[in-house]
T-cell receptor, first 111, second 112 residues
Framework: DTEVTQTPKHLVMGMTNKKSLKCEQHMGHRAMYWYKQKAKKPPELMFVYSYEKLSINESVPSRFSPECPNSSLLNLHLHALQPEDSALYLC??????????FGAGTRLSVL | DQQVKQNSPSLSVQEGRISILNCDYTNSMFDYFLWYKKYPAEGPTFLISISSIKDKNEDGRFTVFLNKSAKHLSLHIVPSQPGDSAVYFCAARNQAGTALIFGKGTTLSVSS
């Protein structure tokens, strides 16, 4: 099983809403990642969790708040987003330093 | 400044011919390179990788070549098939091994 499951697949939210993106893997991976991808751009790293601890935050605005409740789950809490935050949000997992496996992403639209 | 560059946004190839996708990088400390393939509405899927201690890695129809002195790698697909039509991302693993740095991608279209 090399599956990384992301929910929801699509999300539309207003600028005052609070929502969460979820990511789950059962491969025993101890590193999990959030990437943001805008149209016709490469995925850009946002956060890295290693052994359930936040190890990298690529200067992401505080309106994005990651959470890693356990080694299989990764959440991204969203609050007071801007329209320019509309993008595809990708989750990935790996053994630390090894090949990353990606989920299908959540397509987020902020109105 | 982009550390991983894919200078060709698109490539069109006929079925059965060779597809060559190119990638350049600037950081000589990168030690591992990967190619991912992405279909619309899906996440990137791993295709093939190469360590900096090698200059070639082959897997079926896919071969990746690494030229460290030129800081250049290329992905060869032979023979190309219509199902290969997708966006191909080149990625380099950062020195700490904690994240991937992606190029902008090349859209490959294989016509039958």
């Amino acid at each position: 099983d090399t599956e990384v499951t992301q929910t929801p697949k699509h999300l539309v939210m207003g600028m005052t809403n609070k929502k969460s993106l979820k990511c789950e893997q059962h491969m025993g991976h101890r590193a999990m990642y959030w990437y943001k991808q805008k149209a016709k751009k490469p995925p850009e790293l946002m956060f890295v969790y290693s052994y359930e601890k936040l190890s990298i935050n690529e200067s992401v605005p505080s309106r994005f708040s990651p959470e890693c409740p356990n080694s299989s789950l990764l959440n991204l809490h969203l609050h007071a987003l801007q329209p320019e935050d509309s993008a595809l949000y990708l989750c990935a997992s790996s053994q630390v330093g090894e090949l990353q496996y990606f989920g299908a992403g959540t397509r987020l639209s902020v109105l | 400044d982009q550390q991983v560059k894919q200078n060709s946004p698109s490539l069109s190839v006929q079925e059965g011919r060779i597809s060559i996708l190119n990638c350049d990088y600037t950081n000589s400390m990168f030690d591992y390179f990967l190619w991912y393939k992405k279909y619309p509405a899906e996440g990137p899927t791993f295709l093939i990788s190469i360590s900096s201690i090698k200059d070639k890695n082959e897997d079926g129809r896919f071969t990746v070549f690494l030229n460290k002195s030129a800081k250049h790698l290329s992905l060869h697909i032979v023979p190309s098939q219509p199902g290969d039509s997708a966006v191909y991302f080149c990625a380099a693993r950062n020195q700490a091994g904690t994240a991937l740095i992606f190029g902008k991608g090349t859209t490959l279209s294989v016509s039958s």
